[in-house]
């Protein structure tokens, strides 16, 4: 009797994602936010109704995406590429941690940069749950322990942990001492020593203090250096060459560029930099590597504040607030990244753009996920609408236990995997289909267990 097969749940390592890529920007005016989707070039946006926090920043790794709602809020809302204005999930990463970046792992393991702790938090993005921590005391200043973590950058098969390394004894939290990247093996969720010379367990020390942005440009690591806000001529860019083991090197400071460097983004060899100046007017400048010459201001911009810039697709991508005097200047500017000519802008987003991410389609992700073997190798078609067909990347000589769940850990059905010559299906519920959502798959070897999203649509 030919049973109704149903579905047995996984998007092998990734959740579902549009067909195409696009941005999603979150938006601002400080005391309320929100979230605009933009499709790649596009001179619009679609703002969106899901409401966010009025200090945040957005990621997106594997389809997900990833709002993280800092200070105050101490939380992270998780939602897919198919859907921004439906979370999964809102988890909690303790009361005052103020969360900065998240990184994926695998599909049960994320990195949390916390700024108030010294611990990198560990947790299962898709549960919320809390399963350990890392301690990077040990590359904090000694005047409070605390190293300041922000941003997360892959780096092979090792995570790049960035630490401003600041006073808080002071008003201002001025620099400690230089900042530095905590090199992290993922694998074991220990420090690296990035220098075994010294006797001590070292991270890759910058010359230069308070790192608050960066860029890879394809070949290199690119940092920018505020150093001390209330100065204006001690920060800069800072080049790594991490594959050539050379020393950071410092091409070009704050004292040339005219003003603090805010961010950086980068185009082949051409580094995008923000500047604001000692009456905070803020401009956008290229630094060009081959023959380091600063050009220019770019013209367009409204020359108020400039929280964030990105390329995509060699499009310069600008968020830009606007000015007291002129808030209608706020929104997104657009530049063709190889001759530096607007393309368009300001874009509105709703509430002005603070912060944004590229959503990729399914299956290309920035980089690899550091992931141990998979069990699973093939699931097929996600979403699905009647039947998931699975198999296994060789086979096992132990049986595979299947259950399929719920996101609140509700079991649905599970089955037993004993023959791999081919596809499986499994049976909802009193043989109903399932509604459309998402679920959770729990695939058991022994010693192993391994988790898999997969969307039902119909």
């Not at 289909?433 to 070897?445: C, D, I, Q, T």
Request: aromatic letters at 6%; glycine letters at 8%; a negative charge.
């Amino acid at each position: 009797m030919r049973a109704i097969l149903f579905l047995i749940l996984l998007v092998l390592i990734t959740p579902p994602a549009s067909s195409q890529e696009f941005l999603v920007w979150v938006t601002s005016d400080f005391s309320s936010g929100g979230m605009a989707r933009q499709d790649a070039g596009a001179c619009e946006t679609t703002v969106l109704s899901l409401p966010v926090s009025g200090d945040a920043v957005v990621r997106s790794q594997d389809g997900y995406i990833f709002v993280i709602n800092r200070l105050g809020y101490d939380n992270i809302t998780v939602l897919t590429a198919n859907d921004l204005e439906t979370p999964l999930i809102q988890f909690s990463t303790g009361n005052r941690s103020n969360p900065q970046d998240i990184l994926l792992i695998d599909h049960h393991k994320a990195y949390v940069t916390l700024f108030e702790m010294s611990g990198l938090l560990i947790v299962d993005p898709l549960t919320g749950e809390h399963l350990g921590s890392i301690d990077l005391s040990s590359v904090a200043d000694s005047s409070d322990g605390i190293p300041e973590m922000t941003d997360l950058i892959r780096w092979g098969d090792k995570v790049l942990v960035v630490c401003q390394r600041l006073d808080r004894n002071t008003a201002m939290m001025d620099p400690a001492g230089p900042g530095c990247m905590a090199i992290i093996d993922p694998a074991t969720d220990t420090i690296v020593d990035a220098d075994p010379s010294t006797g001590a367990l070292d991270p890759i020390w910058l010359p230069l203090e308070n790192p608050t942005s960066w860029a890879w440009n394809g070949s290199c690591l690119l940092v920018g250096c505020t150093a001390n806000w209330s100065s204006y001529t001690d920060g800069g860019l800072v080049l790594l060459d991490l594959a050539g083991g050379e020393e950071p090197e410092v091409l070009v400071t704050e004292d040339e560029l005219g003003g603090n460097l805010t961010h950086v983004a980068a185009f082949e060899d051409r580094v995008f930099l923000i500047i604001s100046d000692e009456t905070w007017v803020n401009s956008i400048r290229a630094f060009d590597l081959p023959t380091a010459t600063i050009s220019e201001p770019f013209p367009g911009s409204s020359g108020g504040y400039l929280p964030y810039a990105l390329v995509h697709d060699s499009i310069f991508y600008v968020a830009d607030q606007g000015t007291w005097e002129n808030p209608e200047l706020a929104g997104l500017l657009l530049f063709d990244a190889t001759v530096d000519t607007l393309i368009c802008g300001p874009v509105a987003t709703g509430l002005p753009p603070t912060n944004g991410a590229v959503v990729a389609p399914l299956g290309a992700d920035q980089g690899p996920v550091l992931a141990e073997e998979r069990i699973l190798y093939m699931v097929w078609p996600n979403p699905a609408a009647d039947v998931v067909h699975v198999r296994p990347i060789s086979p096992r000589e132990s049986s595979l236990f299947m259950e399929l769940s719920d996101l609140a850990g509700r079991k649905i059905s599970s089955a037993l995997l004993s023959e791999f010559g081919g596809s499986l299906g499994l049976i909802g519920p009193q043989g109903k289909p399932l509604a459309s959502g998402v679920y959770l798959l729990k695939v058991r070897e022994t010693g192993r267990v391994e988790t898999h999203v997969v969307v039902v649509n119909r």
